[in-house]
């Protein structure tokens, strides 16, 4: 099981940017493959954008492409979520999410039941 821990979050201006980060920790971090996803009030759980374990594949939501990237640092055991050109509508709790591929280094899932592990979330506040 891997342990995650999110951190970055907070409220910023409409335009403004935000990096949010995830630690990992625990014995199957290794070839995982990574996600971000967000839930706004009223609404269900969203995927945002996940990385394979390679970093060689990424996948984003439509509405955060050219806006978001996601990174990771393997070495630090720490994803990635760089946000900027917020907007209000990405108002959201953030929530970093983690699945063991083994040897698919390449692969990286996007659908919220392919993810084992998940974060507590932090709160991303965007003012208009």
């Known amino acids: 099981q891997v342990q995650l821990v999110e951190s970055g979050g907070g409220l910023v201006q409409a335009g403004g940017s935000l990096r949010l980060s995830c630690a990992a920790s625990?014995?199957?971090?290794?070839?995982?493959?990574m996600g971000w996803f967000r839930q706004a009030p009223g609404k269900e759980r969203e995927f945002v954008a996940s990385?394979?374990?390679?970093?060689?594949?990424?996948y984003y939501v439509d509405s955060v492409k050219g806006r978001f990237t996601i990174s990771g640092d393997n070495a630090k055991n720490t994803v990635y979520l760089e946000m900027n050109s917020l907007k209000p509508e990405d108002t959201a709790v953030y929530y970093c999410?983690?699945?063991?591929?083994?040897?698919?280094?390449?692969?990286?899932?996007?659908?919220?039941?392919?993810?084992?592990?998940w974060g507590q979330g932090t709160q991303v506040t965007v003012s208009s």
């Open positions: 999410a983690a699945e063991y591929v083994g040897g698919r280094f390449a692969y990286a899932p996007r659908g919220s039941a392919d993810f084992a592990s």
């Open positions: 625990g014995r199957t971090f290794s070839n995982s493959a």
């Open positions: 990385i394979s374990w390679s970093g060689g594949t990424t």
